[in-house]
């Protein structure tokens, strides 16, 4: 079989870049290593930027989101019992970001490829970039226990944090940047309705803790905890009364509780691969980078990646030039690193650090003083916390 862009992985990264590539005429394949609904079956981001919004408008592929998703204007802070609206509308002249479950990103996707007749190889396994550095790259893999061939003119490394295309190219070619907090999330997921109408950051001596949502029907909640926890020591119980600690009181009180339809716990690391280019093989999304969630950025910067490296495909393509390409990575990784110091910033600023000496605990304490009494400081979280420009 041969294609122009062979993709690896069928996440937000790999359907996007499908589309937009499909939508010129310019020929894929994806290679997904699991099931459609297993990919479905996992719970990740919730908050879409406006420049994330835009690529699925430019697929068409956003027709649910704008009947569903919910459109917020502003976050809350939480600390010392006090909640402090960071109005993100006024502080960025007027834009917001989107609740819609990267879940629903990813069917609408799905379900649009499909009826386009695009092909997405589900359950591939073993699959295999190779000759990338050369100009006949091709994709090996194995579907129904026999093995395939796919040979192509790109290779898209879409498969994220684990996936096979970094893990491809010689070690010495990569340079690797990255940060593991001593300690992960503990997310949620219920059919009751969200405690608040915008999300909730909270700091608390206890730990962090973030209420967010999917609809009016169903919320969201992550508490911070330790890295060696076990979700099967937290009963839904014991969940619900840690969230309720973390809050102050007119917010614990006002908190729904439910059965959960999911828990799980993530570990949070500051994650990049440099450079995203190696020859004919170019990686977007978890595949290069990783952001802890607290600034819901991950999903957000594989939107951006692909929007760089379609415009880069589209010109070798269709205008037969490689300059695009050529500036591919430097241009993607500018994006990232901003975001990755947003991330790790906010990531900084809203959690319990186990080893945290009592200076650092007042140098947080002071931070969030002087964030939410200043129009400035709470300017410059608002625009990274909508997403910068591409
Ligand atoms: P993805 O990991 O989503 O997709 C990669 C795809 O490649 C997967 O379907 C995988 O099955 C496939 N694949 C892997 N190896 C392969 C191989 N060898 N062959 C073929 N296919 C292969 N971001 C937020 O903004 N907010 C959050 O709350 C949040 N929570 C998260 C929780 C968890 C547990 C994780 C892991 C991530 C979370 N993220 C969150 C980040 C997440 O949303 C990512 O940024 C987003 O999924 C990135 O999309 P992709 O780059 O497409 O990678
Ligand atoms: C989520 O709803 O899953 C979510 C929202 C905001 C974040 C992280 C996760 O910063």
Not at 13 to 18: I, R
Not at 214 to 239: A, G, L, N, P
């Amino acid at each position: 079989m041969r294609t122009q862009v062979a993709i690896i992985g069928a996440g937000p990264a790999g359907l996007l870049l499908g589309q937009l590539l499909h939508q010129v005429g310019i020929d894929t394949v994806i290679l997904e290593r699991k099931s459609r609904d297993y990919v479905l079956a996992r719970i990740r981001a919730g908050v879409l930027e406006q420049g994330t919004v835009g690529l699925l408008d430019q697929v068409g592929a956003s027709a649910r989101l704008h009947a569903e998703g919910l459109p917020h204007h502003g976050v809350d802070l939480l600390f010392g019992e006090q909640r402090h609206r960071v109005a993100l509308d006024r502080l960025t002249g007027g834009k917001h970001v989107t609740i819609y479950g990267q879940t629903e990103v990813t069917r609408d996707l799905m379900d649009q490829r499909a009826a386009q007749g695009a092909a997405t190889i589900f359950e591939a396994e073993d699959v295999e970039p190779h000759g990338f550095d050369g100009a006949q790259p091709f994709v090996t893999y194995r579907e129904g226990g026999t093995s395939k061939r796919l040979d192509c003119y790109v290779i898209a490394g879409c498969d994220g944090y684990h996936g096979i295309s970094r893990a491809s190219v010689p070690s010495e070619a990569l340079r690797i940047f990255e940060r593991v907090y001593p300690f992960g999330w503990l997310g949620l997921l219920a059919d009751v309705p969200p405690v608040s109408d915008e999300l909730i950051y909270a700091r608390s001596e206890r730990g962090f803790a973030l209420c967010s949502m999917r609809s009016h029907t169903r919320s969201r909640y992550y508490i911070q905890c330790r890295q060696d926890e076990h979700v099967d020591d937290w009963s839904d119980t014991r969940f619900w009364d840690e969230l309720r600690r973390r809050l102050d009181p007119a917010t614990a009180a006002a908190l729904t509780t439910g059965p959960s339809l999911e828990k799980s716990i993530a570990p949070l690391r500051s994650f990049v691969a440099e450079p995203m280019r190696f020859g004919r093989l170019f990686l977007a999304g978890d595949a290069a980078h990783i952001v802890p969630p607290t600034g819901a950025k991950g999903l957000n910067l594989a939107a951006s990646d692909v929007h760089y490296l379609f415009e880069a495909l589209r010109e070798l393509f269709l205008d037969k030039s490689e300059a695009g390409i050529d500036a591919y990575s430097h241009k993607a990784l500018a994006r990232v690193w901003k975001a990755e110091r947003f991330s790790w910033w906010l990531t900084s600023l809203m959690h319990q650090f186990p080893e945290q000496s009592p200076f650092e605990q007042r140098m947080q304490q002071a931070e969030l003083d002087y964030l939410v009494s200043s129009e400035h400081a709470m300017a410059a979280l608002a625009e990274n916390y909508v997403g910068l420009p591409y």
